[in-house]
């Protein structure tokens, strides 16, 4: 970078000071003074800080609840992000060489992304009832009339696919999004491309194994980033589904309930901070990743 | 972008586009469900029904929505609305001075307002709350409209950002050489060209904005709870029978709109989306 004199960059600087501060403060001041409480004694609200060296963070791991928190995260960012993922790309698949009426699909392929989880999530909790046969409703009704009946389950309430159920709203949700950042991809790989490979005797379908989706990793690399930060956070799509339950319990719900319920802030901010590791391992190498391959370019 | 003419053979053609429609089908049955059923007297609606259609169209559902909903609304739209206009501003002049006029350090800088993008928001939620009472705006509009905005200072100077790289430098240094200062470079060059760029982030920030659940949650009171929290109390497991031709009704109303928003400048949105992946 060059460095022009003060007198050149100090006005930028000031005009960028209010957002420097606003950053400083909200963001990096307030992590850190959430790891303060983490790393404290406060488990009601009147009691002093005081510090007990980090046994919030292991003691968080014999609460019956904890481990099994992690466990659905775990599945459902495994599930959502492959799902919406595949899904997405799949779509952009069927577009990329152009469609009658592209436009109105890619329309409805992506307006769930302008709605709520809180609003959605009042119609995908009748959809995914898991009422048994005789008084079915939802999927489970649909699937029994149109004689389908043994794909009807418990959805979300499955004990052990219950997450995966879950992911579906957010599914629907993100596959539009993916669509439209692989179908962007897809067309800017340049036309002489594939028509080199195909030259070369390659069938269409190698032409994008080999060609077009290895030119699609960073746009691969993002929508994963994107999608499976969204997912270690989800929060609104479990609380208007299925509420604080504990088949459903994630870090982000547990968060709100040892604050709000169980009056607990040194255990909320102590899984807020292991929410935050695990965000924070997975962006911040494609943060310095990103900015970094923009300068050398 | 620009849709290339449909090339392949026809029976290609139209297993695609089968394929596509069969999905348009499934994307659209949440809001079949949704919007039958708000249109159902209280006697039909009920899960047992919910894929026939009205027998009677009625639109009491509709209208005690609006009537429990309308407080909840009108906080929406105060913090949506003045939110997503306070963050265009700061996100513009951010922007600016991070593409032209760069300070030692200014990468790191942005790096670092970046992560602040992604983190999860309750790792900052209890001191959150302790600040804002501090700043005696807790539980006040304006309190979620300062979080909502300082929160919204990544995405919205990173949209900028991105944009402004892509005016010419020379145009810059030309007005400098006039003699133009930074406000003055600013206001006369930058600012005439923005728009597309403003409209990314009011209907980035907006959409943000209205769907928010987590920050009125935990920092909000009833007073200002927004459609999102009102929504779901009136959805929860409440000691009465849920009326659900009224609670289709107002997940409706509560998405309309960010969903005319997104039908009327999609083509904006859609650019918005890109800036979120960085390297759109």
Redesign the interface.
Known sequence: ?K?RRSRK?????L??S???V??GL??????F??TR?ALSGKHDEVSEYGFDKGKNFVDLWDQPSWPGAVQNALVFTAVFVVGALVLGAF?AF??D????G??S???????????????????????M?P?PPE?A??FN??FD?LHLGALANSWWQDPTWGMAAMALPAI?QMS??VM??Y??GF?SVPEELREAARVDGASEWKVYRYVVFPQLR??TL??LI?LG?IS??V??LI??IA?KQIVTYVP?VA??VE?FDRHD?AN??T???Y??VA??VL??PY??W??RG??SR | MTAPVPTAGRPVQAVKLAVLLAFVLLFLIPVYVLVVTSFKPLDEADPSSAWSLPRHWSTSGWSAAWDELRPGLENSVKIAVSGSLISAVLGSLNGYVLSKWRFPGSDVVFTLFLFGMFIPYQAVMIPLAGLLTDMELSGTIRGLILAHVVYGIPICTLIFRNYYVTVPDELIEAARVDGAGMLRTYWSIMLPVSGPAFAVTLIWQFTSMWNDFLFAVFLGAPDSWPVTVMLNNTAGSGAVAVQYNQQMASALLASLPTVLVYLLLGRFFMRGLMAGALKG
């Open positions: 970078m460095f960059w100090l006005p930028g600087l005009l960028l209010p957002s420097i606003a950053i909200f963001v990096y001041g307030l992590i003074w959430n409480v779509l069927l577009m060489k152009g469609i009658r592209e436009a699909f890619r329309v409805i392929y992506l307006f769930p992304m302008a709605v709520s989880f809180i609003a959605s999530g009042v119609v995908w909790r009748w959809l009832n009422a008084r409703v939802g009704q649909l009339k629907w539009g999004y439209a950042l179908l962007a067309r960073p746009i993002s929508a994107i930060h270690l956070k929060f609104d609380m208007a509420g982000a968060t709100f604050i802030p909320g901010a899984i807020a901070t929410l935050l965000v924070a962006v911040i943060l310095v990103s900015v923009e300068r």
